[in-house]
């Protein structure tokens, strides 16, 4: 295993921090977590603004390639330019992580020896997206991270029985008061349709009596949150990249997952713990030092799990695939 123990983050990080405050989250960590080995080749499933990606490549020159997938196109340019510097060692994939099989096929590259998944949202789709994920901002109720998917979140809130808005709430939110927020959503979008970030804001906010509105974080904190993972059919993805992921990595292959809250954390925990191709290295899931929350505050729901490959059926060769796909894999090589 390579050390990254010593070398501090190079300048782009900082710039990159100042542009969009994403700052990435559990860097020693992941990079421990992924036990990079020279000549290694890793996936980074979730390349955001390339923040992970930057470190492997920055601090350990012996690695030979990162394979990075977002679905998301803006955030993928902006990940290009700050890793212009390591072009030769960087494939950028525009694709949702759920294809990572078919996209290695299509690649030719048969095991990767870790795959990373840092999950979520980053900062730049909070600030600076313009789609309505955060209810301080005054935007769109998009919420769509691949601008290609067929739902927004305008959607869902103007568009969805009342009794179907309220269990999503209530799932994807664990908001007890998704009943009442349903309802008057449901109330409102019958004199006029919502749609927008602030103006849903106010709607939830004046759904739940004042005495009771949480002191720490906003009232429309958990319903903003249900109606992303719907839109971005997160559980859904997660589900299926745990189930498709492991065949992916040579044995011994690490596979390491950044998750924010609890149903993923779940997930991930009941895989790595059930699936008889893994071996979970991680008891209790990893979490930021006090100092890493201190200094980014987005950090402090993080969890890090992390799981080797232990063996199982691995891909099928590139035959099998130019046989079942001849069009190629359902992404862009950007
Ligand atoms: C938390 S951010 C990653 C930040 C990154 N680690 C960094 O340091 O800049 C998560 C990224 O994953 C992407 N993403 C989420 N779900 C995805 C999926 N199913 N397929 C591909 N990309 C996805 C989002 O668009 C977002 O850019």
Not at 187 to 215: C, F, G, Q, W
Not at 281 to 296: A, R
Request: hydrophobic share 35%.
């Amino acid at each position: 295993m390579i050390s990254t123990a010593a070398i501090s983050p190079p300048n782009s990080e900082l710039a990159v921090k100042k542009e969009t405050m994403h700052v990435p989250v559990m860097v020693s960590e992941v990079l421990d977590g992924l036990s990079l080995r020279s000549g290694g080749i890793y996936v980074d499933a979730t390349l955001g603004l390339g923040g992970h990606t930057e470190a492997i490549l920055s601090r350990c020159p012996e690695v030979r390639m990162v394979i990075g997938l977002d679905y998301d196109t803006e955030a993928m340019e902006k990940a290009k330019s700050r890793l212009a510097p390591f072009s030769d060692r960087v494939r950028f994939i525009r694709s949702n992580f759920i294809h990572l099989h078919d996209v290695l096929l299509y690649n030719r590259i048969e095991q990767v020896d870790g795959i990373l998944m840092d999950l979520g949202i980053s900062s730049f789709h909070l600030e600076n997206s313009g789609r309505g994920f955060s209810f301080f901002r005054d935007e769109p109720l998009d919420m769509r991270m691949d601008p290609s998917g067929a739902l927004t979140a305008a959607d869902i809130v103007n568009k969805f029985p009342v009794e179907r808005l309220t269990d999503l709430i209530q799932t994807y939110g664990e908001e007890r008061w998704a009943k009442r927020i349903a309802k008057r959503i449901y109330e409102r979008r019958n004199i006029e349709m919502i749609l927008s970030s602030t103006d849903l804001a106010e709607v939830i906010a004046s759904s739940i009596p004042r005495k009771y509105h949480p002191r720490r974080i906003h009232p429309a904190t958990r319903t903003f949150q249900a109606l992303r993972i719907a839109v971005n059919r997160e559980l859904e993805n997660l589900k299926e990249a745990l189930d498709s992921f492991p065949p992916c990595l040579r044995s011994g292959g690490r596979v390491c997952i950044i998750s924010f809250h609890s149903m993923e954390d779940r997930l991930v925990k009941i895989a790595f713990r059930e699936d008889e191709r893994l071996k979970s290295l991680t008891k209790k899931p990893l979490v930021p030092s006090l100092e890493e929350i201190h200094g980014n505050p987005r950090a402090r729901s993080a969890k890090l799990r992390i799981a080797q490959y232990i063996g199982g059926p691995t891909l099928r060769g590139q035959d099998y695939y130019n046989d079942c796909n001849p069009k190629g894999p359902k992404c862009d090589s950007a």
